[in-house]
């Protein structure tokens, strides 16, 4: 089983970027496809970034243009690059695998207007 454990949130104001991490634990990382997630309140969790193991990339249409994903399969870890920052991009955001396990405990973004 993958163990998750997201960094790199924070509160910025809008236009604003931050860069997301994922650590993840566990060797079949590199075996599968991997997610961002993101969840606001009172709002189900949505996907908003997926990369396959080759690195095919699909993102949500209300973060194109603005956020990229990537992974480093040596360093298990997944990224998500995020710029040009709205407030409804607020929202605590996770990573997993594809189709998800188990929920790490996210990381909290937060975009002031």
């Known amino acids: 089983q993958v163990q998750l454990v997201e960094s790199g949130g924070g509160s910025v104001q809008a236009g604003g970027s931050l860069r997301l991490s994922c650590a993840a634990s566990?060797?079949?990382?590199?075996?599968?496809?991997m997610g961002w997630f993101r969840q606001a309140p009172g709002k189900q969790r949505e996907l908003v970034a997926r990369i396959t193991r080759g690195g095919f990339t699909i993102l949500a249409d209300s973060v194109k243009g603005r956020f990229t994903i990537s992974r480093d399969n040596a360093r298990n870890t997944l990224y998500l690059q995020m710029n040009s920052l709205k407030p409804e991009d607020t929202a605590v955001y996770y990573c997993?695998?594809?189709?998800?396990?188990?929920w790490g405990q996210g990381t909290q973004v937060t975009v002031s207007s």
């Open positions: 566990g060797s079949i990382f590199s075996q599968n496809a």
């Open positions: 997993n695998v594809l189709p998800p396990g188990s």
